[in-house]
């Protein structure tokens, strides 16, 4: 089966202007798929250090010895580059799509395709589940965590149904969430399944504050004139990339001099976002919704 088919793959390499004895970091490891060629082209000097927080990818990891594999959130890459003394990378890739893989395994509860127990943990040692937060969450949580994330439409008619349900008995897995989605769905329910798994996936593993932690540590870790590679797949996501590529941070706020002249730390050189190709999107349907954004480093 194949684990995660890398999206945007040939972009990414040419966005990242690969130096053979460079140093680099593939922030979102999965299966390897943008590893691998990063590590064709660099030499014996160079490094290439690979972060995930799924256990399940160490299945895939690469014997070289100018690679490291860090099991982590990517959010905590500043903190682990500087236990590794390399603070100064050329190059940063973040991919943040969830991997095929861990949406084709029913026992991780990431699709509303499997009857499996409401999980979603991307990082499998963590406490908090989709369980946790469908049985946990009072009802103007749920319809914030549902507006906000999965932009559902009749995101409190849904929360306010969940909290119903759940006052009888707990909603522990795909199938009792599904049994409340069809009696509320509107619009074609394939588009509503996905927008509310998706809107608890993104509470659950805390996504958006991750990404804001690694976009910030990740300049960190760049050289002057590295690049920073991201490719995003929902609008929250490319907006804040977006924000953080035109401020330097995620806030989005212009910091100026005291002579009203903006200091940037970075700059965004594609001025068109860089998205699939048809014949990319033939391939593989997962990316259609990719779109990437390319920072450096000033």
Same mark, same amino acid.
Do not use: W
């Given at each position: 089966?194949?684990?995660?088919?890398?999206v945007l793959l040939k972009e990414s390499l040419d966005a990242l202007q690969i130096c053979p004895d460079g140093?680099?970091?593939?922030?979102?490891?999965?299966?390897?798929?943008?590893?691998?060629?990063?590590?064709?082209?660099?030499?014996?000097?160079?490094?290439?250090?690979?972060?995930?927080?799924?256990?399940?990818?160490?299945?895939?990891?690469?014997?070289?010895?100018?690679?490291?594999?860090?099991?982590?959130?990517?959010?905590?890459?500043?903190?682990?580059?500087?236990?590794?003394?390399?603070?100064?990378?050329?190059?940063?890739?973040?991919?943040?799509?969830?991997?095929?893989?861990?949406?084709?395994?029913?026992?991780?509860?990431?699709?509303?395709?499997?009857?499996?127990?409401?999980?979603?943990?991307?990082?499998?040692?963590?406490?908090?589940?989709?369980?946790?937060?469908?049985?946990?969450?009072?009802?103007?949580?749920?319809?914030?965590? =549902?507006?906000?994330?999965? *932009?559902?439409?009749?995101? %409190?008619?849904?929360?306010? /149904?969940?909290? &119903?349900? !759940?006052?009888?008995?707990?909603?522990?897995?795909?199938?009792?969430?599904?049994?409340?989605?069809?009696?509320?769905?509107?619009?074609?329910?394939?588009?509503?399944?996905?927008?509310?798994?998706?809107?608890?996936?993104?509470?659950?593993n805390d996504e958006m504050g991750a990404l804001e932690e690694a976009l910030e540590g990740g300049l960190k870790?760049?050289?002057?004139?590295?690049?920073?590679?991201?490719?995003?797949?929902?609008?929250?996501?490319?907006?804040?990339?977006?924000?953080?590529?035109?401020?330097?941070?995620?806030?989005?706020?212009?910091?100026?001099?005291?002579?009203?002249?903006?200091?940037?730390?970075?700059?965004?050189?594609?001025?068109? =976002?860089?998205?699939?190709? *048809?014949?990319?999107?033939? %391939?593989?349907?997962?990316? /259609?919704?990719? &779109?990437? !954004?390319?920072?450096?480093?000033?």
């Amino acid at each position: 089966m194949e684990y995660h088919i890398p999206v945007l793959l040939k972009e990414s390499l040419d966005a990242l202007q690969i130096c053979p004895d460079g140093i680099y970091i593939d922030a979102t490891f999965g299966a390897g798929g943008h590893s691998k060629p990063i590590l064709k082209q660099l030499s014996a000097k160079g490094h290439l250090y690979g972060f995930d927080q799924d256990v399940d990818v160490e299945e895939n990891l690469l014997e070289k010895e100018n690679f490291t594999f860090i099991r982590s959130n990517f959010r905590h890459m500043h903190r682990f580059m500087r236990l590794y003394q390399q603070e100064s990378v050329d190059g940063i890739l973040m991919d943040l799509g969830v991997s095929s893989h861990q949406i084709n395994m029913p026992e991780r509860g990431f699709s509303y395709r499997y009857d499996a127990s409401l999980d979603m943990r991307m990082n499998q040692s963590a406490e908090f589940s989709a369980a946790d937060l469908v049985n946990g969450y009072d009802k103007k949580e749920l319809q914030q965590v =549902l507006s906000r994330y999965g *932009e559902v439409r009749n995101a %409190r008619t849904l929360a306010d /149904r969940v909290v &119903k349900i !759940r006052s009888h008995r707990s909603i522990e897995t795909t199938f009792q969430l599904n049994e409340i989605l069809d009696q509320v769905s509107i619009g074609s329910k394939v588009k509503y399944y996905s927008q509310v798994y998706q809107a608890l996936r993104m509470e659950v593993n805390d996504e958006m504050g991750a990404l804001e932690e690694a976009l910030e540590g990740g300049l960190k870790c760049l050289n002057e004139g590295g690049r920073m590679v991201v490719i995003s797949y929902h609008s929250l996501e490319d907006r804040l990339v977006k924000r953080f590529f035109k401020a330097g941070n995620v806030e989005g706020v212009l910091n100026k001099n005291e002579y009203g002249h903006i200091l940037k730390s970075i700059k965004q050189i594609n001025k068109k =976002l860089v998205l699939p190709s *048809e014949e990319e999107l033939k %391939r593989n349907n997962r990316a /259609r919704s990719a &779109k990437m !954004r390319i920072g450096e480093k000033v």
